[in-house]
């Protein structure tokens, strides 16, 4: 049998709408209201799913349609379930009510990353629906605490039950958005992200009563330290894969514009300070969180020396968090066909492999072996672009480009499981 393709775009839009409804901003993260969301749809198809959840309503889901060739490493269809928190009164419309106005639906999440959340479920209904039979198993995976670090998500998993997680292919989010660059359009599918290296930095001073002032105090050592670091980049590294996407785009190294040069060195980001306790008492202390990341082939090591050599031996430095960065080969199977499809779908765009400098859950799946890939495929306008909707507030999903998306996601997947769309939709 199969199944109509308007009825499944309804469905896949449903499903998006009620995922954003269900509020999951972290912190708290409260990823269990997605994850009984997912079971209860994927069970009513006879799918079996498996709820990890390391901390109460912390909840990981993870189901699995057998594959007819188990020597074929799996496809993995990763999603993660919380949401940054929004300011709602900042908001033209509720960020938890997915309403549809101008053409799009409204809401947390749309864009990161439950509209993937309900393409993955989508195909998984209706290979069950089908009764289609995939050629290697596929995993789907929704997963809590992306938002801050993965340590209950996907790094859980890896760590604590790396088989339920185990693939040979991931597609992962952050990639497959248009991109404009003057007249033309090009389609970044992620192939690499950097690593984070997450550090306090500590000064000490002497105390004293504010009626008394003096340069030497622990605040202002932490505001020249601060101001340094904000002044003064790393160094600069070309690597094959931006050497590559550059020149897919026609550009210089040295002329690439701001939206690029954080690809192009380790970079660190100054993002909490904290000092004092009383307003007419000088404090002894102040420190700054430092949110460094890492260029593929770099490592905490490499990055702290750089980062000690622009703040110099005095200030104590203490590493909080830290996770590698993760790199997949742009030549696979898989990259040349979600490359030729994109292009297909959209005449005379490029489709180009990319790094994120940001994270992802991929930098961990890559730890078990897998080659990751970032593809939820949206088509925006140049009105649109995609970084102004990722975290920020109004975020929203045109809904012409979502059910593009869909569909060229679902070739994809389709083709790369070793069956035909038209065998599964009509």
């Known amino acids: 049998m199969t199944i109509s393709w308007n009825s499944f775009e309804r469905e896949a839009l449903d499903h998006l709408r009620a995922l954003v409804r269900l509020d999951t901003a972290n912190p708290p993260g409260n990823e269990r209201l997605a994850a009984d969301y997912l079971r209860a749809a994927l ?3 006879a799918i079996a799913a498996v709820t990890i959840e390391p901390q109460p309503s912390r909840a990981n889901l993870i189901a699995r349609i057998a594959g007819s060739d188990r020597t074929n490493p799996p496809l993995m269809l990763s999603s993660h379930t919380d ?10 419309r509720d960020p938890f009510g997915a309403e549809i106005a101008d053409a799009c639906v409204w809401g ?4 990161d990353m439950k509209s993937k959340c309900a393409m993955d479920l989508g195909l998984a209904l209706a290979l069950k629906r089908t009764g289609a039979v995939p050629n290697r198993d596929l995993i789907i995976a929704a997963v809590a ?15 604590r039950h790396p088989d339920l997680v185990r693939a040979g292919y991931v597609l992962n989010e952050t990639g497959g958005f248009t991109l404009f660059m003057g007249e033309r359009r090009f389609y970044p599918i992620q192939v690499a992200e950097k690593g984070f290296v997450t550090v306090r930095m500590t000064v000490n001073g002497v105390p004293g009563h504010g009626s008394m002032p003096r340069a030497d105090t622990a605040i202002a050592w932490i505001a020249d330290l601060i101001s340094r670091i904000t002044r003064t980049p790393m160094r600069r590294r070309l690597t094959p894969l931006m050497q590559r996407t550059l020149a897919d785009l026609g550009i210089a190294p040295e002329k690439a514009p701001p939206l690029f040069r954080p690809m192009l060195a380790n970079t660190v980001t100054p993002t909490i300070v904290r000092a004092g306790y009383k307003d007419n008492v000088i404090p002894g202390t102040a420190w700054a969180i430092l949110d460094g990341r890492t260029l593929p082939g770099e490592d905490e090591r490499s990055f702290m020396h750089e980062l000690r050599e622009i703040v110099g031996p005095e ?3 203490e590493v909080l968090k830290v996770a590698p960065p993760a790199e997949s080969s742009a030549d696979s199977a ?4 979600i490359k030729a499809r994109t292009e297909a779908a959209d005449p005379g765009a490029r489709a180009i492999p990319w790094m994120l400098p940001g994270a992802t859950d991929s930098k961990f799946y890559t730890q078990l072996g897998a080659t990751c890939y970032g593809f939820a495929p949206v088509r925006l306008d140049a009105r649109m672009p995609f970084g102004a909707l990722y975290h920020g507030n109004d975020e929203r999903l045109p809904i012409a480009g979502f059910l593009w998306g869909l569909r060229l996601y679902c070739e994809v997947v389709l083709e790369f499981l070793g069956l035909k769309p038209e065998a599964i939709f009509a």
């Open 43 to 45: 069970e009513r198809e």
């Open 83 to 92: 949401v940054v928190p929004v300011e709602a009164a900042s908001w033209t």
């Open 108 to 111: 947390r999440g749309t864009i």
């Open 145 to 159: 605490d992306e938002e801050a670090g993965s340590e209950l998500g996907a790094r859980y998993l890896v760590e």
């Open 315 to 317: 200030p104590l430095l």
């Open 334 to 337: 898989l990259f040349r066909l």
